[in-house]
């Protein structure tokens, strides 16, 4: 699952990779939010002519995208330009302002007994490390501001295509009010990562327009060397997969929700989208679900789950995981792209547990429901095989007469399995 508060609960930003190669190319991914220093880009000229100044440019890219989105503002917000320098001050002082130790301790463990993360990583440092690699731009919901970072030192089409993306934040934030929208739960990870989908997914889509419509050849041409930038490609490929696909989610599976939206009612369609958000990522994932309003089954763990489990034990958190990181797991762990999607195609809901237990102990329990007994065991046969590889203590059952399938990985699982799933047939 995300970092419950800081990937979800965050800043509305643009990639280097895939992001800036709209033109032909995928979309963007994460985020943050700033600090007070900022530098002012140099204004290179152009074949002998001088380049407009800044404030003229940022004037025409705001006019053009509120004639695409559709939408005004209601209040300024001056862009700053900062540097990578500034950019991972900034992203190191929010990721620590906005993150409940507690939260990153469980989402940490959670990640590594999965097998998402490797043995003993810090994923503060994965995440920041990523991010300084990757982030182009970024505007909080929070404190109403809006950065755009420059690498070259100068105002290009890589930096004017961030504002254009970063822009529609503001102008979506002060319609529809982002800090609410993002907001929700922290044990609701599926949840919010499908309704920044929603978020991304609408200013990727304003951004490739903007972009299709306003810059010359010689200007994509710059958007091309800047998404083949090494040291972002580096970074992008550094990442642990499962920080790279959740963060690339949202914008490439956001662009192709919003877009389907677009496609039947315009920009109308997004805008009433807001007002009753995706409330998964099976439902960006299928739009039909979306349409339908098949909204996901809440599934309630047994109560006193680290009290069956023995003296020493205590239930550090759960959450939800949903179709992607479902679909996730089953891939880092051993089953192909598409056994895992089909596999979780049937999805209907989940909850996950993190238990401690004495001597540093981590057991993680799991409880998916389906839409039909077939759905439960597709997922189950990919579910056993994926728990197989990670190594550790496993259990499974499949419940075939409410369509669900409990899993348990980690010490004493078969003793939690026993809690979660009561009469299960169990497969070791």
């Not at 301790?105 to 990757?134: N, V």
């Not at 949202?250 to 007002?275: E, H, M």
Request: glycine content about 8%; aromatic content about 6%; overall charge negative.
């Amino acid at each position: 699952m995300p970092i419950r508060r800081t990937p979800l609960r965050f800043r509305l930003a643009a990639l280097l990779c895939g992001a800036l190669l709209l033109a032909g190319c995928n979309p963007p991914a994460p985020t943050s939010s700033p600090g007070p220093s900022a530098a002012a880009p140099s204004e290179p000229a152009a074949s002998g002519t001088p380049a407009p100044p800044a404030a003229e440019v940022y004037a025409s890219i705001r006019a053009a995208v509120e004639a695409i989105r559709g939408l005004e503002p209601t209040a300024d917000v001056d862009p700053v330009t900062i540097d990578e320098a500034q950019l991972r001050t900034n992203l190191e002082a929010e990721f620590d302002a906005e993150n409940v130790a507690s939260d990153l301790k469980f989402s940490e463990e959670t990640l590594i007994t999965l097998g998402l993360l490797p043995p003993k990583s810090s994923l503060r440092a994965l995440t920041l490390d990523f991010q300084a690699g990757q982030v182009a731009g970024y505007y909080s919901p929070d404190k109403k501001e809006l950065f755009v970072v420059s690498r070259s030192g100068e105002l290009g089409a890589p930096e004017e295509v961030t504002y254009a993306h970063e822009f529609t934040h503001q102008l979506t934030d002060q319609r529809f009010d982002l800090s609410k929208l993002l907001g929700g739960a922290s044990n609701e990870s599926d949840r919010a990562l499908a309704q920044l989908a929603l978020i991304e997914g609408d200013a990727v889509s304003v951004q490739t327009t903007w972009t299709l419509e306003n810059l010359t050849p010689q200007q994509m041409g710059e958007l091309l060397a800047a998404s083949l930038d090494p040291e972002a490609i580096a970074a992008l490929q550094r990442a642990p997969a499962y920080l790279r696909e959740t963060a690339l989610f949202p914008y490439q599976n956001g662009l192709a929700f919003v877009t389907g939206l677009v496609s039947s009612g315009g920009y109308d369609a997004v805008d009433a989208a807001y007002a009753a958000p995706p409330a998964s990522t099976e439902q960006v994932l299928h739009p039909e679900k979306f349409a339908a309003r098949e909204a996901p089954i809440a599934v309630k763990l047994p109560a006193g789950l680290a009290k069956s489990m023995g003296a020493g034990w205590s239930e550090a958190g759960q959450d939800t995981l949903g179709e992607f990181i479902l679909r996730l797991w089953l891939t880092q762990n051993g089953v192909s792209l598409a056994t895992a999607t089909a596999a979780v195609a049937g999805w209907g809901g989940d909850r996950l547990v993190l238990l401690r237990g004495p001597s540093g102990a981590l057991t993680v329990g799991l409880v998916t429901t389906w839409d039909t007994e077939a759905d439960a065991e597709e997922f189950g046969t990919a579910a056993a095989n994926a728990a197989k590889t990670l190594g550790s203590d496993h259990a499974m059952a499949n419940i075939r007469n409410s369509n669900s399938v409990a899993i348990a990985i980690g010490p004493e699982a078969d003793r939690l399995l026993a809690a979660l799933a009561p009469g299960g047939s169990t497969e070791q």
